[in-house]
């Protein structure tokens, strides 16, 4: 059975896995399975043993599954609340009449010696654009003339220790991962269209434990952020003002999830439901601010015509698109998904990251040209074409 997948989500708290099947044009979930995680604070390997005996449990399920059908791709969804993302800018004179893959190579060599930050380990450098002679923006410039190729690309580091840990991991049981995939790269593949990146749109994705999100602008990514606040942030203001069990807390914002003041509350609350809707909506609003910090940096804030995208599953708190639109002074809507009516699966939310992290590793191999490792492609076809033009 060619083209396996087995895709983790490796979460704070849990652990999801899902084996996926491309049987020509469909998909074909054979196997998924969810495993707690008690070993990991705030993103840090505390028992690496523990971690590499839950993914062996894991992949030995597959493998029961599968009949002994080997798993030869394992790809990971990684969502750190300390990651960061550096743009880079690096240019270079195109000494023959067009552009070469010895000049996107050459490129591609200096980012990845410039993207070095201490304590961090680099995961995914993702082309935006290649400009020819300052003014013409192309994706694949390959063969096209210019003096000058300026390639623009972001990168992705999460912390080394983190890193070292999930890999060694994965190679203990003899796997090898194909790829990391950040959260923000694979949700919007999916939760923004092309029409939303050419209307200079800003997707943010509230997570657990932290907010991660991305700015489209005419169809490109102006920049990325992540931020180390998610809503489980607000479980705690509730337990710490109200001095009461976090699971208690919980119970409360589950049941009155709201950023807005309503006229009809429940009468059986222990707090005015003003007081706890201020609880809720000064953590978003934190939030929004500092999204609303970058732009200003950026010098694209609500002055232009932006949209405000809000990941619908995770942004749970009712009235959070009109909090979004008090704080940035833009038009907010939830965004909507059109690839979670491909599997049944996707009715369960916890599932989502897991099918995100899948449709992206597909359209990474469909565009593979497109892609950072597709350099590799290019250098074979670029030498059979230089091949044949010597030959005549």
Request: glycine share 4%; with cysteine.
């Amino acid at each position: 059975m060619n083209d396996i997948r087995a895709v983790f989500d490796i979460g704070n708290d849990t652990i999801k896995a899902v084996v996926f099947w491309k049987d020509n044009e469909k998909d074909v979930i054979l196997a998924k399975q969810v495993e707690p995680v008690v070993w990991m604070r705030k993103w840090k390997i505390l028992q690496a043993e523990d971690f590499t005996n839950v993914l062996n449990k894991i992949i030995e399920y597959f493998i029961k599954k599968l009949w002994g059908d080997f798993i030869d791709k394992v790809y990971v969804w990684i969502s750190h609340p300390e990651m960061i993302t550096q743009r880079i800018i690096e240019g270079k004179r195109i000494m023959n009449e067009a552009v070469e893959f010895e000049d996107l190579e050459h490129l591609s060599r200096i980012v990845a010696e410039i993207a070095n930050v201490n304590n961090y380990e680099t995961i995914k450098i993702v082309p935006v654009s290649r400009i020819l002679d300052e003014t013409k923006r192309e994706k694949d410039p390959i063969w096209l003339k210019c003096k000058k190729l300026d390639l623009i690309a972001d990168v992705f580091m999460i912390p080394k220790n983190f890193y070292n840990g999930l890999t060694d991991a994965f190679d203990k049981i003899g796997l090898v991962v194909a790829d990391i995939i950040p959260n923000i790269l694979a949700a919007s593949e999916v939760a923004v269209d092309y029409d939303h990146k050419d209307l200079w749109t800003v997707m943010i994705d509230i997570g657990k434990n932290q907010t991660s999100y991305v700015i489209y602008e005419d169809g490109y990514p102006l920049g990325y952020g992540t931020l180390p606040i998610g809503w489980e942030e607000v479980t705690k203001d509730i337990s710490m003002w109200l001095q009461i069990d976090i699971k208690e807390a919980e119970d409360i914002k589950k049941t009155n999830w709201s950023c807005i003041l309503e006229d009809e509350a429940p009468k059986d609350l222990p707090l005015d439901t003003h007081f706890l809707t201020e609880i809720i909506s000064a953590r978003y609003e934190q939030i929004f601010k500092k999204i609303n910090e970058h732009l200003f940096k950026l010098e694209k804030d609500w002055r232009l015509p932006w949209w405000i995208l809000l990941l619908w599953w995770w942004a749970k708190a009712k009235y959070l698109d009109v909090l979004s639109k008090e704080v940035f002074k833009l038009v907010t809507f939830y965004a909507k998904d059109q690839m979670l009516s491909l599997w049944d699966l996707s009715n369960n939310i916890q599932f989502i990251n897991v099918i995100w992290c899948y449709y992206r590793s597909l359209k990474f191999v469909e565009e593979w040209h497109h892609s950072w490792g597709g350099l590799k492609l290019w250098k074979t076809v670029w030498k059979i074409w230089k091949g044949i033009k010597d030959f005549f």
